[in-house]
């Protein structure tokens, strides 16, 4: 089992790597939209697994494995910091608010969606 959720986790972080340097493409500013895009969509993602009640395994590689190397807190940190250090107060304060309460709202959301699904 912990073999494969090594391959969910290299899956999710390779996911991660292509999305971000996507986003970064594309989109310029201060704002670490690459960061609060993938963690707010992991939140959902994850909300609806545990919502959906997988087995064991498949939350494992899929919950733990996958969106755990899709997902990055210590980015999210690092960022955060270098904003504070670049006195981007405002930019900080708004990009940690917006992590916290849109992450939290979309794994939220994300659970009723997988409640619902299983009726």
Not at 31 to 50: I, R
Request: charge should be positive.
């Amino acid at each position: 089992m912990i073999w494969m959720l090594g391959l969910g986790a290299s899956a999710g972080a390779c996911v991660r790597y292509f999305l971000t340097n996507l986003i970064k493409k594309h989109v310029k500013g201060p704002f670490p939209l690459a960061t609060f895009f993938l963690n707010v969509s992991g939140a959902l993602v994850l909300g609806l697994v545990v919502g959906i009640k997988l087995k064991t395994l498949p939350y494992a590689i899929l919950g733990t494995g996958f969106l755990g190397g899709y997902t990055t807190f210590s980015t999210f940190n690092t960022e955060l910091f270098a904003l504070l250090d670049d006195h981007n107060y405002r930019m900080a304060l708004l990009y940690g608010i917006l992590s916290y309460v849109i992450g939290i709202s979309f794994a939220f959301l994300g659970f009723m969606l997988g409640q619902h699904l299983i009726g």
